[in-house]
């Protein structure tokens, strides 16, 4: 099996200072596979980042705050995320990935350990097409819970399935800008559709992973129009992070600091750097000031 690459072993340190109570909201934890096997079913085997890496990484890049993301590699066991939420004395929340056997009882352990949210990942590359049929059962166990849906899809698939991702009750995060084609440029109908999203639903965005976005590579200008644009369409919805490890990056793996340097370039205003990095984070994610 060929393995997908580690992360840059030796980030820089970034120029931007991120704010006290700076949260970098997409990071995974994977492994270590001896502790925490992956899924017998996984896409791909990624190299271990454990909970210590990511807090060496956060301590170095100037965070305080994570949310974990469960990844499809570790499947609906997040015992990995679990652990290393438990481990931040309050400092990380949790996204699950969980299927329709997870019962109020699940759910409720879930909550207890700091999970706020359930991702679904339709990236034609990882898994099929979407089935909303699917996330509203879920969504349906989970209310009440003051949680939200992340949903992981793809920039054509906002379009076909404009209807059915109205239809929510619960808050929605779309992940990566929806992985939009910046060479079709800012007046694509996928990306016109996101922001319309943001001005009429409850509907948060995250202006991450410039690095799978670009078309010209470092230091990503073609993205940065495009997350200024979200920014400006409805600054209160917006979230920022590295996505650490970077899974399933097969070239072109980023430098971390260099990823915390588009911080400024996305939102030049210390108030909208602060309603990014701290103030969105603490309204989704009930971190405790």
């Known amino acids: 099996m060929k393995y997908p690459p580690p992360p840059h072993q030796s980030p820089s340190k970034p120029l931007f200072i991120p704010p006290v109570g700076a949260c970098d909201a997409h990071v995974h934890v994977f492994g270590p596979s001896s502790v925490f096997p992956y899924h017998s079913d996984t896409t791909y085997t990624p190299v271990d980042a454990p909970k210590e890496k ?6 170095h890049l100037g965070f305080d705050r994570s949310v974990i993301v469960q990844a499809t590699c570790h499947g609906t066991n997040n015992s990995a ?10 400092r990380w929340r949790g996204v699950a990935i969980v299927d329709e056997n997870f019962t ?10 700091g999970i706020r949210g359930i991702r679904f990942s339709f990236a034609r590359h990882l898994s099929g097409p979407p089935n909303f049929d699917r996330v509203h059962r879920i969504a349906e166990k989970i209310d009440g819970l003051g949680w939200h849906l992340v949903i ?11 209807a059915d991702l109205r239809k929510f009750k619960l808050p929605v ?24 999203f943001m001005r009429n639903e409850d509907v948060w965005v995250k202006i991450s992973c410039a690095e799978r976005l ?26 920022w992070g590295t996505d650490w490890p970077h899974p399933n990056l097969w070239e072109g793996m980023p430098d971390d600091g260099h990823l915390v340097d588009l911080i400024p370039r996305y939102a030049p205003d210390a108030s909208l750097q602060r309603k990014l990095l701290v103030e969105n984070p603490v309204n989704l994610y009930g971190f405790c000031d």
């Open 81 to 90: 995320t679990l652990d290393a939420i438990a481990s931040s004395e309050g």
């Open 54 to 59: 990511l807090r060496g990484l956060h301590e």
């Open 104 to 113: 109020e009882t699940d759910f409720e352990k879930l909550h207890a350990g």
């Open 214 to 239: 670009t078309q010209m590579g470092e230091p990503y200008e073609d993205v940065v129009p495009f997350a200024q644009a979200v920014i400006e369409t409805n600054s209160d919805r917006v979230l």
């Open 173 to 196: 995060v779309f992940d990566h800008m929806v992985r939009v084609k910046v060479a079709d440029g800012l007046n694509s109908e996928p990306f016109q559709l996101l922001l319309d």
């Open 152 to 162: 992981y899809i793809e920039a054509e698939d906002i379009v076909e399935f404009n």
